[in-house]
């Protein structure tokens, strides 16, 4: 009998002279109701999912077809038997006809192949898989000699043949970066970075210099461009790595550092000494710094016209100080997630070499498995076998779970880890800092990396032999050395992830070492961007408007929506000109309806007046009273020449990085600041409903209507259709864009990063009152949300 088949009764018996008998009608459905619930229990028995609905979506192939060569092979013979008991037959795969000249042709391919993969083989061999550049920039190199041409005005990362299969990929910054990947994973990325094993980047795009010389000039360089901030005797050291802005000493010549312009986030870190004394001054020295690469033209001018001035001042003696571009030399692997810890220690060994103060630190910070256990900027410089020859994952002492929640044993962990990064840190140098130290490992990278089709196509007993620990490097067979240890320096971020540098020719390996257990992700800088999001932190260069690079990228922002607004039919696109606020201004979108239009939000007057002529006619007053007081000259010859010459940039915007420190001495620093032009960044958090999207208005409460506002936050009931609900202010009122918006699944409501103009706040109400309205592009409802300077 077929399960879905329920069996019934008339029901007559319970009608009697056309009224219904309770009792008779209960107790003739009694058996209706036993064989529902019996067929229901038959029905959940036997259901059972097809073969094709089990396969993971990372797993699904683009063609989706049902055929059983296209599943993995654990899901094959399941598939097989589903096929025979379904009676469907398997259309068998066509096998071309071999004939002679079918024949000759194979051969034929087959001699190309081996002749290009000859050639590629000994060009590989002569040529550098790195480059540095001293005092110069580095040269560009090429990944795979057959994809020449595809490289002339972009570079590859090391895992772009990788990325490429899986992810779409975007031309950025003179790098060919993945954006996403291309099956759906805004949750999935969620889960991996707050609640699973980990999420894994490539972030081989950000630019790696190192400045070498004695103690003290590299120093003074490093103290000038962080404003002192990195070099304290933690950073000197070695024991943790700084993390902060860095500023441009060209653009504005004044002391503070929350009146410099940024240029955006980098990474300091020394190499580690044992102690600080006066010996240090003549003694060489060097300092890694890692930047964004939208930043790197900015930070190498600046590093190398520092660099010259002090070799040319010769106040310090030899040995002298030199700048290196090491973009292509050192690369670097981001991890994010709770367990990330433990997948690096399960999946990669650590090269001991008898010391047991690191053994101990990698056994420790691997079975903690939360970042968030090791102390902030900690350094652990290590080194580790090639990933090729561990087989299986190690199984490492695992934390309890009583010892996980445990707040004392938390703190002991701690404490541990930081004296053993500290211990670490101080007395392990890095091979990275030296090209002699990146240039050997890199070398036997080459190698292996030219013979692993042998070691493929071994038979079974030599690929055990090579999973030994006595393994040897010969000429002509890929055998691995453990005696040869690829260098790495693991940091703990600020943003609660963990980098790990590499030399670049090993970034491809490891990384995909790490990604290829299943429960362990990938992501690009959409994933990027999210994680940082959902942690309320800014990304650079999107958050950061007051910065050369944000501007840029907000402008390219612009154009392509822009681009796409105009490119959709009348019916299909919104008509911004017609957009009524119903708040008594004239209709249209306030400032431009496709980004953050920071110069109407910084120019425009008290009741949002926005007019370009009066702004270039006080840049050109400004610039005549400065060209007339320089040369001594009368204001009219000043107006001749003031017309040729170029606008000032004192109008851009700037970041504040000092807010508590300008809040606290405004009075004293508004006439040396140019407050009127001045940014700073803080976090949205929603009240209600409502989620904020990229380039929403953000405005201050009026006090007239303050009580209405606050009424949203103590009556829910109150919806924008109802006449309760206040109207959007003014643009006069305006303060501020968002700059990174959307549902927050870490808070589980909508959040944002925005940057707000200084002069906006202090005019409509001051710093003491969070509260303000948020009103996306195109839409007249506005929200309540409170922010939080960061």
Not at 221 to 235: E, F
């Amino acid at each position: 009998m077929n399960a879905r088949t329920i069996l019934s009764q008339p029901s007559e018996s319970s009608l009697k002279n056309g009224q219904l008998d309770v009792a008779a009608f209960v107790s003739s459905r009694k058996y209706e109701i036993q064989q529902l619930s019996a067929s229901m229990r038959k029905s959940k028995a036997i259901q059972k999912q097809q073969t094709f609905q089990v396969v993971p979506r990372s797993l699904r192939r683009r063609a989706a077809s049902h055929h059983v060569r296209f599943l993995p092979p654990r899901f094959r013979e399941r598939a097989q038997q589903e096929y025979k008991d379904s009676g469907v037959q398997m259309t068998p795969k066509k096998r071309r006809r071999i004939t002679r000249l079918h024949l000759r042709r194979d051969t034929a391919l087959k001699l190309r192949y081996f002749a290009r993969q000859r050639k590629a083989y000994h060009y590989n061999r002569k040529r550098s898989t790195y480059s540095v550049g001293v005092n110069e920039l580095a040269t560009k190199v090429v990944m795979e000699r057959k994809f020449k041409g595809r490289q002339k005005d972009k570079t590859w990362l090391p895992t772009h043949l990788w990325h490429a299969k899986r992810a779409h990929m975007v031309k950025k910054w003179g790098y060919v970066i993945p954006s996403h990947p291309n099956e759906k994973c805004f949750r999935p990325t969620h889960r991996a970075s707050q609640n699973g094993s980990g999420i894994v980047f490539d972030t081989s795009y950000y630019a790696t210099m190192i400045l070498q010389g004695n103690h003290d000039g590299v120093l003074n360089i490093v103290n000038v461009i962080s404003k002192g901030k990195a070099c304290g005797k933690t950073y000197l050291l070695g024991d943790r790595a700084f993390e902060g802005p860095i500023y441009n000493v060209y653009k504005e010549p004044a002391d503070d550092d929350s009146i410099q312009s940024a240029i955006g986030e980098a990474m300091i870190y020394f190499e580690p000494t044992t102690e600080l004394h006066d010996d240090l001054a003549t003694q060489n020295t060097r300092a890694l710094i890692r930047v964004h690469p939208a930043t790197f033209d900015d930070t190498w001018k600046m590093l190398l016209s520092l660099v010259k001035m002090t070799r040319e001042q010769e106040l310090h003696p030899d040995p002298g100080i030199e700048l290196q571009d090491c973009r292509f030399a050192i690369g670097s692997i981001d991890i994010f997630g709770p367990k990330s810890l433990k997948v690096i220690g399960h999946n990669l060994r650590l090269n001991v070499e008898k010391d047991a103060t690191v053994h101990e630190a990698w056994s420790t910070a691997t079975a903690a498995g939360d970042p968030k256990l090791i102390p902030l900027g900690a350094v652990f410089p290590l080194k580790f076998f090639d990933p090729r020859t561990i087989s299986t994952p190690s199984r490492d002492r695992k934390l309890s779970s009583w010892e996980s929640r445990d707040v004392s044993k938390q703190a002991l962990i701690y404490r541990s880890l930081n004296e053993i990064a500290r211990h670490l840190g101080s007395t392990t140098p890095s091979p990275l800092f030296t090209s002699e130290g990146r240039s050997i490992r890199v070398e036997h990278a080459k190698i292996a990396h030219g013979r692993l089709q042998q070691r493929r196509t071994a038979s079974s007993k030599a690929v055990d032999a090579t999973r030994g620990s006595q393994i040897l490097l010969k000429k002509e067979s890929l055998i691995f050395n453990d005696d040869v240890s690829i260098p790495a320096i693991m940091i703990r971020r600020a943003n609660g992830g963990i980098s790990l540098l590499l030399p670049w020719q090993w970034v491809a390996i490891f990384f995909k070492k790490l990604v290829i257990p299943a429960y362990t992700m990938y992501g690009g800088l959409q994933q990027y961007h999210q994680i940082l999001s959902e942690r309320m932190l800014p990304y650079f260069p999107d958050d950061y408007p007051g910065t050369s690079a944000g501007l840029i990228e907000e402008k390219e922002k612009i154009t392509l929506h822009e681009k796409l607004w105009k490119s959709r039919p009348k019916s299909k696109k919104t008509i911004y000109d017609a957009l009524d606020l119903r708040n008594g201004e004239k209709k249209g979108e306030v400032g431009s309806p496709f980004g953050c239009d920071w110069q109407y939000l910084l120019h425009s007057d008290a009741k949002g007046v926005y007019d370009p002529s009066k702004k270039l006619a006080k840049q050109q007053k400004d610039v005549t009273m400065r060209d007339s007081s320089a040369a001594g000259s009368p204001t009219e010859t000043a107006t001749e020449e003031s017309s040729k010459a170029p606008l000032s940039a004192a109008d851009e915007p700037w970041m504040i990085t000092n807010l508590c420190g300008i809040l606290s001495e405004r009075n004293k620093l508004r006439k040396e600041l140019n407050l009127s032009t001045a940014l700073f960044t803080v976090q949205i958090i929603m009240i209600g409903r409502g989620v904020p999207s990229p380039s929403a208005r953000v405005y201050a409460l009026p006090v007239k209507d303050r009580s209405k506002w606050m009424q949203l936050k103590r009556n829910r009931k109150i919806v924008p259709e109802s006449s309760e609900y206040p109207m959007c202010p003014k643009s006069g009122f305006l303060i501020g864009f968002i700059t990174t918006g959307g549902f927050n699944l870490k808070e589980g409501k909508g959040s944002g990063i925005a940057s707000l103009s200084w002069a906006k706040v202090e005019q409509n109400g001051g710093f003491n009152y969070r509260y303000c309205i948020i009103r996306d592009v195109g839409e007249r409802i506005g929200r309540l949300a409170l922010y939080k300077p960061l």
